[in-house]
C-alpha cells in the first residue's frame, strides 16, 4: 500500500495569510493521481484538487495543488475565515486507495 | 441536483450485522463506479470498498474483507454495504461517494454519512 504522510500536523495561521501543505508518498504516484480534500466539523470531505493540480469545479483560485512522483504541494494563497478546517491527501494511482492523516489548519 | 444520501446506520453489538443504504439522484447511476468510505470518531478517512457500475466487479479492504459484501439495484438508484461480524474497530461515519469521473477514484460526491456504533 502506498502509505502517505501530510506535514504538518497542525498549522496556525491568520485569515489573509499564505498555508503550504505538503504531502509525501511512500512510493511514486503515477499520472499525478493524487487529490486534496477540505473536512469541516460534522461535514463530508469536498474535492478541492484532483490529477494533482485541477482544481473541481466551484473551487475558487486561492486553491491551488502540485507536485509529482512522490512529493505534492497544497497552497492557499490567502486564508478566508471559511478555509480553516482538516485537509486530506488522496492518492488513486494504485489500489487501496490511501488518504493521508490529515493537517488541521487552524485560526492563529 | 447531484445527491448521495445514506441510511441504515445505528447501534449494533459486538458480532452483529448491519446493512447500509446509499439513495443516488441527479445523475445516471448505473455509469458510476460507487464506493464506501468510513471514518472512525476523530480520526482519518479509510477506504472501504468499490464496485462498478454493472455489479460485476468489486474490490474491499483488508481490514473489512470477508466481513462486507457490496452491491447495488440500479433500478432503485441504491447502493448497499452489507456489514457481518462487527467490531469495536469498524465503528465509524460510513460514506458513499462517487468518483469524479465513471471509473475514477478521486471523489466528488459524498454523502452526509451514516453513523455506526459497535457496542455492547
Known sequence: DIVLTQSPGTLSLSPGERATLSCRASQSVTSSYLAWYQQKPGQAPRLLIYGASSRATGIPDRFSGSGSGTDFTFTISRLEPEDFAVYYCQQYSSSPVTFGPGTKLEIK | ?120
Not at chain 2, 455509469?31 to 474490490?59: C, D, F
Request: net charge positive.
Open chain 2, 1 to 120: 441536483e447531484v445527491q448521495l444520501v445514506e441510511s441504515g446506520g445505528g447501534l449494533v453489538q459486538p458480532g452483529g450485522s448491519l446493512r447500509l443504504s446509499c439513495a443516488a439522484s441527479g445523475f445516471t447511476f448505473s455509469s458510476y463506479a460507487m464506493h464506501w468510505v468510513r471514518q472512525a470518531p476523530g480520526k482519518g478517512l479509510e477506504y472501504v470498498s468499490v464496485i462498478s457500475g454493472n455489479g460485476g466487479s468489486t474490490y474491499y479492504a483488508n481490514s473489512v474483507k470477508g466481513r462486507f459484501t457490496i452491491s447495488r439495484d440500479n433500478s432503485k438508484n441504491t447502493l448497499y454495504l452489507q456489514m457481518g461480524s462487527l467490531s469495536a474497530e469498524d465503528m465509524a461515519v460510513y460514506y458513499c461517494v462517487r468518483g469524479l469521473v465513471p471509473a475514477g477514484r478521486a471523489f466528488d460526491i459524498w454523502g452526509q454519512g451514516t453513523m455506526v456504533t459497535v457496542s455492547s
